[in-house]
């Protein structure tokens, strides 16, 4: 296996646990809690779902052949919340990671010393993949920010829980020093 075989999967891997993490945190919200925000300037997660697959569609759709930022993609619309309901909310959700993995499923590694557009500038694949991954990371963490201030002490840690690092050390070392 390559170095870009081998970084390929782990950027798989580290995509599908920010995935992981977003959908940890819809399991605990209810329909309102979708639709909150904390002032005008602020966004729903059901907004920033709608958002990042607007993103996903628009960047990973023809990754290696196309400007990352389609001309059918109208960014401004979606920070509008057309979502109706939790269960749409997941279907736009759903929608956009399947474009991005079925997207990394193609790449090789002779591919990430390629570039590709987004907005007309030539970036290199490797960078392309990275910013995304930062890009969609920084909005599950506001995600998760929103479902912690919505439910309190009801919020099921989503990371290692306040209190819990020297636990869970020693279950990590138990883990892997066998």
């Not at 959908?23 to 809690?33: I, V």
């Not at 005008?40 to 990754?63: P, Q």
């Not at 930062?134 to 995600?143: F, L, P």
């Amino acid at each position: 296996m390559t170095l870009g075989d081998e970084y390929i999967r782990i950027i798989k891997q580290r995509f599908v646990q920010i995935k992981e993490q977003g959908e940890g945190a819809f399991q605990q919200l209810n329909e309102s809690d979708i639709h909150w925000t904390l002032n005008e300037a602020s966004n729903s997660i059901a907004v920033i779902v709608k958002h990042l697959r607007g993103n996903m569609l628009s960047r990973w759709t023809d990754f290696l052949t196309t400007d990352g930022e389609k001309s059918n993609r109208h960014r401004d619309q979606e920070f509008i919340n057309t979502v109706d309901s939790k269960q749409h909310m997941l279907t736009l959700w759903n929608e956009g990671w399947s474009v991005l993995f079925a997207a990394l499923e193609q790449l090789t590694a002779a591919d990430l010393q390629k570039n590709v557009r987004i907005r007309e500038q030539p970036i290199l694949v490797l960078d392309a993949i990275e910013r995304q991954l930062a890009h969609y990371a920084s909005h599950v963490g506001q995600i998760m920010l929103i479902g912690k201030q919505r439910k309190g002490n009801e919020w099921k840690s989503l990371s290692i829980p306040k209190g819990k690092s020297e636990e869970h050390l020693k279950e990590m070392k138990q883990k892997y020093n066998k």
